[in-house]
């Protein structure tokens, strides 16, 4: 049996006359859009019993559809359901098995709908329950975050600019900075799945459809927040997906940059820290080394997830209204975005957990450096000199420092003071822990703000929780 639910001849004649086994492959998207078999069926059920209600077909009608549905669900979901590629993606895989169940009066399904405004529903029903997945699983990298910051609080280490040493900070303090990336890419996870939660079923092929629909008990049923207002724009509109894929290469963008530090902290340059042994993977040939692979893999998944990104954009920027056969291209990349990100995301909250600091060693990469620098610049600043005039001596002081492979730490008042008669003897307090402790702002690396951050990240993460159970 063939079905033509679109009402019209074969798309490719040459295709059917040579018979469906030999049906050109380049149409096909089944593969990869059988993964909303869930999302056709349960928007194919809310259709079929808005068409009863409104009168359109009969109740034992829809009643023997929806069962029908049913069956094919269960049929998917046990893997005995036959998949078909000639029939090309799923609604047409669906609605095939679906005639073979129940017989015609599958065909009064397809009434007051076209694939194009159901494609759309299915995919904002699947970016919908994605788009939360992501938040969650950014919620859970964030308490990831917070639980190492708070482990760590005592652990001091250099902050860099350009990669050298800068001044000193909390190791919680730093890590709390990714605390607020994730944050951010929660609120634009939130913004697309808002974007992806408006119906767009009642569009029809584009310019609505001439039956008595009921648009908002559809919504209703599939727990949309509303229906699209421009049939036109509904049934072409793909932003939700180029929102989610943007949030997706920001995210990534971050999870990449932390990737990045693990990589780095773990080489014995830096022996910050130690990366959990499932995490880390042998060398075939070098038999000492541990590598830093998954979070490398973390670092470069980001190029095809920037990729995706402007594939969609790219197949979207020609086209005119309304539904183009392109469209159908923006799938595949989308579903390898929503894979990639969560296996990400699930990775680096592990890899996190798991990793070990090394906090003597980061304390003495702080310590064995010139990070006070600014610190002892405050202080000719505290003693009245003008902020450049200092820099200038602790610059040159710095220099000779350096030559003379000697730290701050190594000087005598006396030294200080052949630099400057400003100095006292209250100099040789400067340290590490006070440069830290000193930075007492709003956003600052102070024990107590950093313990505040803490605190606040902490309570924040309980209100998501909450509000996630409401
Ligand atoms: N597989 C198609 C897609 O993903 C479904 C819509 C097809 N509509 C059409 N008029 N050919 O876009």
Redesign the pocket.
Known sequence: MTIDP?GTRP?NPAASARGAELASDFTV?LHY?RRLYREDIRASVAHARMLSRQGIIGEDESSQIIDGLEKVRVEIESGSFTWKPEL??I?MNVESRLFELVGDVAGRLHTAR???D??STDTRLYMRQASLDTVIALRNLQTAVVAVAEANIATVMPGYTHLQRAQPVLLAHHLLAYFEMFERDAIRFEAARASADVLTLGNG?MAGVPYPIDRDFVARELGFSGVTANSMDGVSDRDFAIEYLSSAAICAMHLSRMAEEFVIWSSEEFRFLSLPDNYTTGSSIMPQKRNPDFAELARGKTGRVYGHLFAMLTTLKGLPLT?N?D??E??EGLFDTVDTLLATLDVTAGMLHGARFNSDRMRDAAESSYVLATDIADYLVGKGMPFREAHIIVSNLSDRLISERRFFKDLSVDEFRTASPLFDADVLDIGVDSSIASRDVPGGTAPGRVKSAIAAAQKSLRAHVMEAGR
């Open positions: 679109e798309k998207s859009d090309e993606d609604h076209s694939r194009n159901q494609v092929a539904y056969r469209l159908q923006d799938k």
